[in-house]
């Protein structure tokens, strides 16, 4: 046998299978088993994020006031971290713990007297109290010194909040419950 082929061995309907395929089942095995891998994917996908624990901070969860979360409720913390949540600007708020009002000078953000940072207040930004630049910070950390000193099991937060332009009196409170680790 010779390794040239000569021109009675070539199909040539191979050329115009090409160009006009046999018809093909609408309902067939292999196009079964694509669709049955896309939807599955597609599943996994959807459920997979729905299911999704949140550990952090984050906007997933819904408040109108409430910018973002940290964490958001229901999350697993450390006994350190801090907790609150960023509200949308022109709120103001205050955060309780299991109960305990945080004062808000020790909140996270807060300018102490006699510091640095406090000194370079005008006179209208100290009247505005501890956070005149970050009302929307609504945030706390324990720590020696502070109302609460370390986070333990179950922790019931508080947060009240208002428009900066209706005052205090016109607030409204969420609670949510996080979980030390």
């Not at 599943?43 to 624990?53: K, N, T």
């Not at 913390?77 to 949308?88: E, F, M």
């Not at 950390?141 to 019931?156: N, T």
Request: glycine letters at 10%.
């Amino acid at each position: 046998m010779s390794d040239q082929t000569t021109s009675d061995e070539i199909s040539f309907e191979e050329p115009k299978l090409i160009m006009n395929p046999p018809p093909q089942p609408f309902f067939s095995l292999r196009r079964l088993v694509i669709v049955l891998l896309l939807a599955g994917a597609t599943a996994f996908l959807v459920f997979s994020y729905h299911d999704a624990p949140d550990t952090g901070g984050g906007t997933g969860c819904s408040n109108v006031a409430v910018a973002a979360w940290d964490p958001c409720p229901g999350s697993h913390i450390l006994r350190q971290s801090q907790v609150g949540v960023s509200l949308q600007p022109g709120y103001d708020g205050r955060i309780s713990i299991n109960g305990i009002a945080i004062p808000e000078d020790q909140m996270i953000g807060a300018i102490l007297p006699g510091t640095e940072a406090y000194n370079q207040l005008t006179p209208e930004e100290r009247q505005l109290g501890p956070r005149p630049n970050n009302k929307a910070l609504v945030e706390f950390e324990p720590g020696e010194g502070k109302a609460i000193s370390k986070f333990v099991g179950q922790l019931d937060i508080a947060i009240r909040f208002w428009k900066i332009t209706d005052g205090p009196e016109t607030g409204q409170t969420i609670t949510y419950t996080i979980f030390v680790t």
